[in-house]
């Protein structure tokens, strides 16, 4: 643990990484001794690894980048120490477990995770829960810096009155869109007929016949699980959708196969792998009633005449929506769709779903699209006409009309300075060695290098 301003004499922390040298009493070698915490070169090592494998962008060397990076974490967690903060648990395992089950989906099996990563699964679990505990305490650490941050419309005004006019943002073209969706009426025979298949499949299973995970890998339609034999990892029953929670936190006995669960993706039988406290790992096959071209085809009757009683009057998209549309996320506001990367009605036109964007991009203010066919959000085949309710041309911010992202733009500046300014009075304060080798950088702080004297 660092002490309180950092600052250790060298013969201090040479000890310091002598003390953290493996049992077979040879010392790993540290690149860069923050306080009296060293920055491995095998950490940097695995660092850039992992960034390679998930092609996370970096700008500069990165053994340069890496190991400011990691040294700039040491002294927030250095501040995390001094604050008790702390996280919950249970909130990082859930981070790890998608992270885990992420890669697994990728790579296709936790044998070939272990091979990129030349880590066993637990120890990588290990590792990446301990990066995620970090994060967490460094993000808490720097939203308690920060959380004075505040932005009045007057200060908002000053901001923008002192950028250069080539420096505001330029907003793309953005629109807002309205949306009525009716999913196709769906044969009792073919939801039957997937009902069956569900029932042998459970046979097969129960009587020791057929691998369930063997069976998921042919024939569920989850994309995201059937590769990995159905398995979706652990998860809390806040993660599940209530109807497939309910089923399989009541399961107890892995060798048997659930009920059939009915949810908004279509109908599901679930395997119990474990439980671990308040998480369960589950493996599941998912089957969807297939959705015919005639049963489109009435659909999209069925809403070119909705839509042709509208534009002669009848009653109001708006009015349509509350009463006929099927999309639970936007029925009850008008069907104005809301963009979930910031929270707002508008959209650029490569965040709407395509097909979305394509109805829209011919239409003018006020105007309805013709009936089409999408994926919504749970990957069902549904029919929909969108309503083009404005659009904003692509141009320089301003304050009357780009007021939000105005006052987002300024905070995240302020915040940006109040946690510079700390980090270097923090770096200034702070005991720093860098070994030859890692010294010739241009460091995104100064103050690392210190003169002998200093040291």
Not at 167 to 188: A, M
Request: hydrophobic share 35%.
């Amino acid at each position: 643990m660092l002490i309180k301003k950092l600052i250790l004499p060298a013969s201090l922390a040479a000890a310091a990484i002598a003390a953290w040298a493996g049992t077979d009493n040879v010392a790993e070698e540290a690149a860069w001794v923050i306080g009296d915490q060293p920055i491995w070169k095998s950490e940097i090592e695995e660092a850039y690894q992992q960034i390679l494998y998930e092609r996370t962008p970096l700008t500069g060397d990165p053994y340069c980048v890496i190991p400011e990076q990691l040294a700039v974490e040491k002294l927030y967690l250095h501040q995390a120490d001094i604050d008790t903060v702390e996280v919950q648990p249970a909130m990082v395992a859930q981070r790890v477990d998608g992270m885990l089950n992420y890669y697994a989906a990728s790579l296709g099996s936790r044998e070939k995770v272990e091979q990129v990563f030349n880590k066993s699964w637990n120890d990588l679990r290990e590792s990446l829960t301990e990066m995620q505990t970090n994060q967490s305490r460094v993000a808490q650490v720097q939203a308690n810096l920060t959380k004075d941050v505040t932005a009045t419309p007057a200060d908002v005004r000053r901001f923008v009155n002192s950028l250069p006019q080539d420096s505001l943002p330029y907003v793309p073209l953005q629109v807002e869109v309205q949306i009525l969706t009716l999913q196709p009426l769906i044969p009792r025979e073919e939801i039957e007929e997937v009902k069956a298949r569900l029932r042998d499949y459970t046979e097969r299973v129960n009587n020791g016949e057929s691998d369930f995970s063997t069976l998921a890998i042919l024939y569920s339609q989850d994309p995201g699980s059937s590769s990995r034999g159905g398995e979706l990892g652990f998860m809390g029953r806040g993660q599940l959708v209530p109807e497939y929670a309910a089923v399989a936190f009541n399961l107890n006995d892995p060798k048997r196969v659930s009920k059939i669960v009915e949810t908004e993706f279509g109908f599901h039988i679930i395997q119990l792998i474990e439980k671990r406290g308040d998480r369960i790992n589950t493996r599941h096959i998912l089957l969807r009633p297939k959705v015919s071209d005639k049963d489109l085809s009435d659909a999209i009757t069925r809403l070119d005449s909705i839509r042709a009683d509208m534009t002669g009057g009848k009653f109001t998209f708006e009015e349509a929506v509350q009463y006929l549309s099927q999309d639970k996320d936007t029925r009850n506001n008008r069907g104005q769709m809301v963009n979930q990367q910031n929270g707002t009605t508008r959209f650029e036109m490569s965040q709407l779903p395509q097909e979305v964007s394509k109805a829209v991009s011919t239409l003018q203010p006020g105007e309805i699209s013709s009936p089409f066919i999408m994926k919504d959000s749970k990957n069902r085949d549904v029919v929909a006409i969108v309503k083009l309710s404005d659009r904003i041309e692509g141009h320089k911010a301003n304050y009357a009309d780009d007021y939000q992202q105005l006052k987002t733009l300024y905070e995240e500046r302020k915040k940006e300075q109040i946690l510079a300014d700390w980090l270097n009075k923090k770096i200034a304060d702070t005991y720093v060695r860098i070994e030859d080798g890692w010294r010739n950088c241009n460091f995104r702080y100064k103050g690392w290098i210190k003169e002998k004297a200093s040291e």
